[in-house]
C-alpha cells in the first residue's frame, strides 16, 4: 500500500484554509497513486487552539468542517486519516476530545480518541480534552492499521527510563495484530528532538516487528514551531523516507517494501536558524502582517534577528533602524549600515541625543541631587521602543525584539525599552549560541560584519560600557544559566559540577531570581530549546527564594 505523509502547516482557526490545503494535497496524493494521505494532528482546525477549545461554536465549527471534508473527498481513490477536535461526550467534564478520524469514500472508518494527554512544558490538553478509552485497530483494503494521536507513542518503556504514564496505548494496539502503527503528531521543534524522534520510532517499529509512520504537523504557531521531518521506518528499524523539516512536503512511499534510505545529516545550528526563519515567518503572516521593523545597534543580536527576518520575509519586507545617542560609537552606526546592505534591507537612521536630553531636561527638577545611575541608561532604550512603535503603527509592521535569552534570564534588558515588540526572535538562544548561528550564516559569504562578530559586547548606554561590567563573561555565564533555567540544577551542583565560584553562581541566580517580573511582561519567545521562556516555564513573580 502506497501511503503519503502529507505534510502541512495549518492555521489555528481557519477551516477554510486548512480544509483547502488538505483536500488539495489529498488530490495530489492520490494522482501519484497514494491509497491513504496521513495528516498531522488537529490539522483541521490547527494545533493547539486553547481556550477556543471552551466554546461550543469553535467545536460546533470541527464538526461541520469534517462534514466538509467528507464531501469534497468522496470521489477521491484516497483515504484520509486527519486530526480534529470533536466536543467531548456529555458528563466527560472536559469541552473536548482530539480526534484522529479515518475518512475514505466520505464515510468516517475509524475515530480514535487521543488517551495521553501531555501536562508538562508547553502542553496543557488536560485542561481541554477528556482521554480515550481504548484502541481499536481499522482495515483499509485489507491492511490492519494501528493509529495513535502523538503523546500516545511516547511512552515505551523499553526505550525512556522513566515513563509519565501507567498505560501504553500501543502495547493495547499490538494486541490486535495490526500490519502498521501510523502516528499523527503536532510534535514541536526543540535542539535535538529529531534524532531523539526518530530513534524512538525506530525502537518502537523492531520491538512491534511492524513499519511505523509518523506525520508531523510542520509550522510555527505563536511560541511553537513544529519541524516537520515526518517519517516512515520499516520493521527493522530502518528509515524508507522522512519528510523535509522546516517546509511544507508531500512524501509516498511504501512502508513495506521501500529500501533504507540514509538519514540526513543534522547540524542543529541550521536547524535553529530554519526553525527561527519558520517561526518569524509564520508569526508575522499568521498575524496579518507582512511586513517587520528591527531596531539595529550594532550588535550581534539585532544583526541576527535582522537576517532571520530576511530570510522570512524577503529583504523588500524588513526595515532597519539606527537609533544612536551620545554614546554610540561611529563604529556601531557604520556596523548597522554594512548590514543592511549585505542583507538588502532599507535603513533609516534616527538619531535620540536631542530627545534624551529633553528627557533628562523635563526629569531634572524632580531629580535635583541624585546622582545620574541606571535610570538614565534605561531611557535611551524607552525612547527607541517609542520610536519603533510609532513607525509600527505609521507602516502597518510588527516589530520584533533582538534580546537574546541570556539577557532574559538575568533581566539585562530594559522593560518597556529593548523589551518593546511582538516577537522575541532569538529569545531562546543563549548569548554563545548567538554567535554561533551568526558564523554559520557567515559559512559561505559574510552576511554579518566582521567586525559586529569581533567587538565586545556593549550596551553603549554611557560612556565605555561593556556587558562584563554587570554581567559575568558569556562563556562562564551560559553554561550556569543553561543548568539552572533549562535543567533545574541547584546553585551548589552547578558549582561542584561545573567548576565555577559559587559566589559567580549565586550571583546569577539571584538575578534570575529577580528578573521573574520582566520575562513576563515579554513578548512571545520562538522555542527551539526544551526549556524556554514563556508557556513553558511558570513560575510566579512575588516570590523570597534562598540562594
Not at 486519516?81 to 479515518?102: C, H, M, T
Not at 508575522?284 to 530576511?310: E, H, Y
Not at 532599507?346 to 541625543?353: D, K, N
Not at 534624551?356 to 545611575?373: H, I, N
Amino acid at each position: 500500500m502506497k501511503i503519503a505523509l502529507a505534510q502541512i502547516d495549518p492555521t489555528i482557526g481557519d477551516f477554510t484554509g486548512n480544509l483547502a490545503k488538505i483536500v488539495d494535497v489529498s488530490r495530489r496524493a492520490a494522482e501519484q497513486g497514494a491509497r491513504l494521505a496521513v495528516f498531522s494532528e488537529l490539522c483541521i482546525c490547527g494545533y493547539l487552539p486553547a481556550d477556543f477549545l471552551e466554546k461550543q461554536s469553535f467545536l460546533a465549527r470541527c464538526r461541520t468542517a469534517v462534514d466538509e471534508l467528507a464531501a469534497a473527498t468522496r470521489e477521491l481513490p484516497v483515504g484520509l486519516l486527519v486530526g480534529v477536535a470533536l466536543q467531548a461526550p456529555e458528563g466527560a467534564g472536559k469541552p473536548a476530545v482530539n480526534a484522529a478520524l479515518l475518512i475514505d469514500k466520505g464515510q468516517i472508518l475509524l475515530e480514535q480518541h487521543k488517551r495521553l494527554l501531555p501536562f508538562y512544558d508547553v502542553f496543557d490538553e488536560q485542561r481541554y480534552f477528556c482521554p480515550g478509552t481504548s484502541q481499536k485497530v481499522v482495515e483499509l483494503d485489507g491492511v490492519r492499521l494501528a493509529v495513535s494521536v502523538c503523546e500516545d507513542a511516547w511512552n515505551d518503556k523499553n526505550f525512556w527510563p522513566e515513563r509519565l504514564y501507567s498505560i501504553d496505548p500501543i502495547e493495547e494496539l499490538m494486541a490486535q495484530h495490526p500490519d502498521i502503527h501510523i502516528n499523527i503528531s503536532a510534535s514541536p521543534y526543540w535542539h535535538g528532538k529529531r534524532a531523539v524522534r526518530r530513534r524512538m520510532l525506530s525502537a518502537i517499529a523492531k520491538r512491534d516487528g511492524i513499519p511505523v509512520m509518523l506525520s508531523n504537523q510542520v509550522g510555527g504557531n505563536d511560541s511553537l514551531i513544529c519541524d516537520g521531518s515526518s517519517l516512515a521506518i520499516n520493521a527493522q528499524g530502518e528509515v524508507v523516507a522522512e519528510a523535509k523539516s522546516f517546509a511544507e512536503d508531500l512524501v509516498i512511499v511504501d512502508p513495506f517494501t521501500a529500501p533504507a534510505v540514509e538519514a540526513p545529516d543534522e547540524d542543529d545550528t541550521e536547524g535553529a536558524y530554519r526553525a527561527l526563519v519558520l517561526g518569524t515567518r509564520d508569526y508575522v503572516r499568521k498575524c496579518g502582517f507582512r511586513k517587520a521593523i528591527v531596531g539595529l545597534s550594532g550588535g550581534i543580536d539585532s544583526a541576527l534577528v535582522a537576517a532571520i527576518a530576511t530570510d522570512a520575509l524577503g529583504a523588500e519586507n524588513v526595515i532597519g533602524v539606527g537609533m544612536p545617542s551620545p554614546y554610540s560609537s561611529q563604529g556601531s552606526i557604520d556596523d548597522s549600515k554594512k548590514l543592511a546592505e549585505n542583507l538588502g534591507i532599507r535603513f533609516e537612521i534616527i538619531g535620540i541625543s536631542g530627545l534624551f536630553s529633553e528627557f533628562t531636561k523635563a526629569l531634572e527638577p524632580l531629580f535635583t541631587g541624585l546622582a545620574t545611575d541606571l535610570t538614565e541608561e534605561n531611557i535611551q532604550p524607552r525612547i527607541r521602543g517609542t520610536l519603533l512603535m510609532a513607525l509600527s503603527n505609521k507602516l502597518g509592521a510588527l516589530v520584533l525584539t533582538t534580546g537574546n535569552k541570556s539577557e532574559m534570564a538575568v533581566g539585562y534588558c530594559t522593560q518597556y525599552g529593548d523589551m518593546v515588540g511582538a516577537l522575541a526572535v532569538i529569545g531562546d538562544l543563549m548569548k554563545l549560541r548567538v554567535y554561533a548561528l551568526c558564523r554559520w550564516l557567515n559559512r559561505e559569504r559574510e552576511v554579518i560584519p566582521e567586525a559586529i562578530l569581533d567587538k565586545p559586547p556593549s550596551a553603549e548606554l554611557r560612556p565605555g560600557q561593556m556587558d562584563t561590567d554587570s554581567l559575568p563573561p558569556y562563556d562562564v555565564l551560559d553554561p550556569i544559566l543553561e543548568a539552572y533555567v533549562e535543567r533545574y540544577e541547584t546553585p551548589e551542583s552547578i558549582a561542584e559540577t561545573h567548576g565555577f565560584s559559587r559566589d559567580i553562581v549565586q550571583q546569577v541566580v539571584r538575578l534570575v531570581e529577580r528578573s521573574e517580573y520582566k520575562r513576563q511582561q515579554a513578548a512571545p519567545v520562538l522555542k527551539v530549546t526544551s526549556k524556554s521562556f514563556g508557556m513553558g516555564r511558570r513560575f510566579p513573580i512575588a516570590v523570597k527564594v534562598q540562594v
